[in-house]
């Protein structure tokens, strides 16, 4: 530490952050001020869809067929109400063949039909008041939303004798990314306040509680401009925003609060400035670089699948994480060199009569209690081993009965004009006309053979009807009504049952029920190679960290032991519709197939940010004394509360982003805070120490070549005089570490505080 009476000299990249505090503020805030600029406007480039496989055989039947038959893909639906009148009376039939007209003669629009060009009884409500006019709006969903924009106003109302709503698949995802867009503004506005109170309530100083906030920012809104960027090469879901929102704000703080925590705890031993600021970067500093690369790799590992709305998450994640561990790493540091003392201005806690050195003041020591809770968690550690794994387990059992869908209308609020036409679609319509599943055939075929295959899939298990074949050439459909729902289990098999139906021509089937069998067997091709990739990343990672062969172990199983609650609850709320009265969603049944994954990758990085956290400080304090249980202790009680508050700040944005009026962004936001909390309140504060009392010095074993290896590449939070070859640092288990000589006990005799009680005054969580 840089108390000591030797400090480790200040030099290499404290040197280059110091050397220009102003300068460096001053280009950090230019390229802000650019980034806001070149960031501008990204939403309005992004997508709302993305759950398909690009290369599966759904999607090339999709694009062929809105190639050949427009008309059998229709993406937008006017509803046409004709009130008592009825669909068949003559002033309304007149008014709606007008509307069809205009609306075959807008440009970017094909394909027009309705109930009044061929009766077809799919296209009229069942009451006989409503009937159907269905298009296709041309072109990627970009340009399918600009047209809608163009074309809503007109149609919208009344007209004469009947009243259009408007709806369709791209009428659903218009209303998806402007709700999305407003919800995120709203979420903005709700966490950035209550993020800067909590920030305050840590920290007491209204200076030090403003420093990390400035350093999300500066994440989110760099991330921002690196997907306008993306999104001129590739396409990116609108929903990567959340994400970039809530990461960008997390983990800066995250990072920002363990820099400025440690630099205070320096100041508060004696350090000047720049040695402060030198230690703290050798020791926080490469904990958050570390915790940034943990995170980092999680996110990455969604880039192997082939869905954009997966692969958006990995880009905005990387992003986002790699700035937020930039601004912390760089601009922080010029920060903190300029403010020097004064971070601590603005002590704020007296307002609620707690002062800077209350707690000292009452003889209460900082972060005793975090200290007690792991004493009596390793005096009972089989106890509170099993019975926090078990409950852990018991939460998770739930997602044993996930049911996987496809996103749809029921994701809007109930007010969505679009899912309010859907709404009276599925009620009131004999059939839906995105509900089928359409058979591509490709090939020259007689009359004869049409008629046989259409007879054999018309007798499969399932089908309630089959329409077809329309031809054109050698290339013609079938489309098959599915009994039951359109994305049901029943229509997922009879998914299989067509595509291994022979037949003389090439067949290519897609449909909703289509496209998440191909969704579902991209994810679970891939799946393994992704967890492979976390994981293995995971423990080498965490082992050039501790040294360990058996943390690394510890580290991936206890994370995925967090996340069982998140699971759980994904699976008994919004897919069975528990309290979804209170959240204000609709529940379908069925959870969107991509979001599991999703929230595993984001929430698993989380966990190993918080694991890395702990483990450092741990480790950092083993070498030192050598003292298994006394590191744990120590490491709890300088981190717990730390720990915490950050999880407590990321749920409090998390659940702002859960306000959400999207059904998927309220499920990611609140899972993804109960993770979070579970992992910092559960895990690390009970599981953890559970664990590492029960595996005693063995934690910290390795065998000779590792340690070996560890010794040349690995990396601590050590200051300078402890080594990673410390006192019973990767040795042999059993020995029996310093237990504190004179002049290395604190107070109250344990060994590793060397005399020095006021470091420890400024610890978060006291």
């Known amino acids: 530490m840089s108390a000591d009476n030797n400090p480790p000299p200040v030099g290499g990249w404290t040197r280059f952050v110091t050397a220009r505090p102003r300068l460096s503020l001053l280009l950090a805030l230019l390229i802000t001020a650019l980034a806001v600029f070149a960031g501008g406007g990204v939403a309005d480039r992004m997508g709302s869809g993305g759950w398909e496989d690009p290369a599966a055989e759904s999607t090339y039947a999709t694009k062929a067929l809105e190639r050949e038959f427009p008309a059998s893909q229709p993406n937008l639906l006017l509803l046409v109400d004709s009130g008592r009148a009825g669909v068949d009376d003559p002033a309304v039939a007149a008014e ?12 970017g629009v ?54 259009v709503s408007i709806g369709g698949p791209v009428a659903v995802q218009h209303e998806m990314t402007t709700i999305i867009q407003e919800d995120l503004l709203r979420a903005e506005l709700i966490a950035l306040p209550v993020t800067l109170v909590l920030l305050v309530m840590v920290f007491g100083s209204a200076v030090a509680a403003l420093l990390p906030l400035g350093v999300g920012i500066v994440a989110i809104l760099g991330t921002n401009a690196v997907l306008r960027g993306i999104t001129e090469v590739t396409d990116v879901s609108v929903f990567a925003q959340n994400l970039t929102t809530a990461l960008g704000l997390g983990l800066a703080i995250d990072y920002a609060l363990f820099i400025v925590r440690r630099y205070r705890e320096e100041l508060a031993a004696g350090a000047e400035v720049r040695a402060a600021i030198g230690t703290t970067l050798r020791t926080a500093g490469r904990t958050v670089l570390f915790s940034a690369l943990t995170v980092a790799v999680s996110l990455a590992a969604m880039m192997l699948f082939p869905q954009y709305f997966l692969r958006s998450f990995a880009y905005a994640g990387i992003a986002v994480v790699l700035l937020a561990a930039a601004a912390a ?60 794994a078990a409950g852990l387990v018991v939460l998770g059992l739930p997602f044993l009965d996930v049911k996987f869908g496809t996103p749809d209308d029921r994701q809007l609020p109930s007010t969505a004009e679009s899912h309010v036409v859907q709404q009276h679609i599925r009620d009131g319509f004999p059939g839906s006309p995105d509900g089928g599943i359409e058979v591509l055939t490709e090939g020259t075929a007689t009359r004869a053979q049409y008629a046989d295959y259409r007879a054999r899939i018309a007798g499969l298990p399932g089908v309630l009807r089959v329409d077809g074949p329309v031809t054109s050439g050698s290339t013609g459909y079938f489309t098959v009504l599915p ?90 709320v919004f897919q069975d519709g528990h309290l979804s009265g209170a959240l204000g969603f609709l529940p379908t049944g069925d959870i969107e197939t991509t979001l599991p994954v999703l929230m595993f990758c984001v929430a698993f990085g989380l966990s190993m940010d918080y694991g890395v956290f702990l483990l450092s400080r741990i480790k950092e304090e083993y070498d030192r004394t050598g003292d298994h249980e006394h590191a744990v202790r120590f490491g709890l009680r300088h981190t717990g509360g730390l720990i915490t508050a950050a999880a407590v700040i990321l749920a409090v944005v998390m659940v702002a982003i859960g306000t959400s ?71 042999e288990p059993g020995g029996d570490g310093p237990q504190g000589t004179a002049g290395e006990s604190g107070g109250d005799g344990r060994p590793g505080e060397r005399g020095r009680p006021d470091r420890d005054k400024l610890v978060t969580g006291g």
């Open 110 to 163: 094909t394909g027009v039909g309705s109930y009044w060009t061929g009766r077809s009884p799919a296209l009229r409500a069942e009451d006989g008041r409503q009937a159907l006019i269905a298009a296709r709006i041309e072109g990627d969903e970009k340009t399918a939303a600009g047209t809608l924009e163009r074309l809503a106003p007109d149609f919208r109302g009344a007209h004469g004798p009947v009243r």
């Open 96 to 107: 709606a063949g007008r509307l069809a007209k205009r609306l075959a003669a807008e440009q």
């Open 329 to 388: 790493l760089i601009l922080l540091p010029a920060a903190l060199m300029l403010l020097g003392e004064r971070v601590n201005s603005l002590d704020l806690r007296r307002l609620w009569g707690r002062g800077g050195g209350a707690d000292s003041a009452r003889g209460k020591e900082p972060g005793a209690g975090w200290a007690r809770t792991a004493g009596l968690v390793m005096r009972r550690a089989p106890v509170f081993a099993l019975a926090t």
């Open 661 to 731: 009026r999207v059904t998927n962004t309220k499920m990611l936001g609140l899972g993804i805070a109960l993770a979070v909390l579970m992992d910092a309140m559960v895990v690390r504060s009970l599981l953890v120490p559970a664990v590492l009392k029960l595996t005693g010095r063995w934690t910290w074993w390795a065998p000779r070549p590792l340690r070996a290896l560890h010794d040349r590449f690995g990396i601590s939070e050590s200051d300078g005089g402890a080594e990673s070859g410390g006192p019973g640092a990767g040795g």
């Open 483 to 572: 009994e039951g729902e359109a994305v049901g289990e029943g229509a997922q098999r009879l998914v299989h049952e067509l595509r291994a139906e022979p037949a003389p021509f090439d067949t290519s089937v897609t449909g909703r029920a289509a496209v998440l069998e191909d969704s579902k067997a991209a994810i679970a091709d891939r799946l393994p190679w992704a967890l492979a990739i976390i994981v293995i990343v995971t423990l080498v990672l965490v082992f050039l960290l501790t040294g360990s062969v058996l943390i690394p172990i510890q580290a991936v199983v206890l994370n995925a032991l967090s996340l069982t609650a998140m699971f759980g609850a994904v699976v008994w």
